[in-house]
């Protein structure tokens, strides 16, 4: 278990504390490149559990997104929106989606977004 970097530990405070959305944060974790906007966790799980409420396949699992996140400390995730993982040449999904990553997974950050263009 990795020691998660205070940096970004006090950043995603930040998401957490301003209910801010417009943080752009890209990440690598697990070998992957997450690009995107931070949203603090509340905000994400309400925008998981509205998409799996809207699904005939899923409804039963948006509950579990509606439950108040049971961490009082420290943020111990990241919570992406508007993401992409970038693979080649394009980002999946080309729209951004929804993608939670553990702070102490991150091996490297940077602050921004990447995008691609064919021009």
């Given at each position: ?88 040449t394009v980002g ?28």
């Amino acid at each position: 278990m990795s020691k998660p970097d205070e940096l970004l530990v006090d950043v995603a405070a930040l998401v957490e504390s301003g209910q801010s959305n417009q943080m752009s944060l890209t990440v690598v974790t697990g070998g992957a490149v997450v690009t995107g906007r931070l949203a603090p966790e509340a905000v994400w799980r309400q925008r998981v559990s509205d998409v799996l409420t809207d699904s005939d396949r899923l409804r039963e699992f948006s509950a579990v997104f509606r439950d108040p996140p049971k961490n009082g400390g420290a943020p111990t995730h990241l919570h992406f929106h508007v993401a992409r993982i970038l693979q080649g040449t394009v980002g999946i999904p080309e729209t951004g989606g929804m993608y939670r990553v553990a702070i102490e997974d991150v091996g490297a950050w940077t602050v921004g977004d990447f995008s691609y263009s064919d021009h």
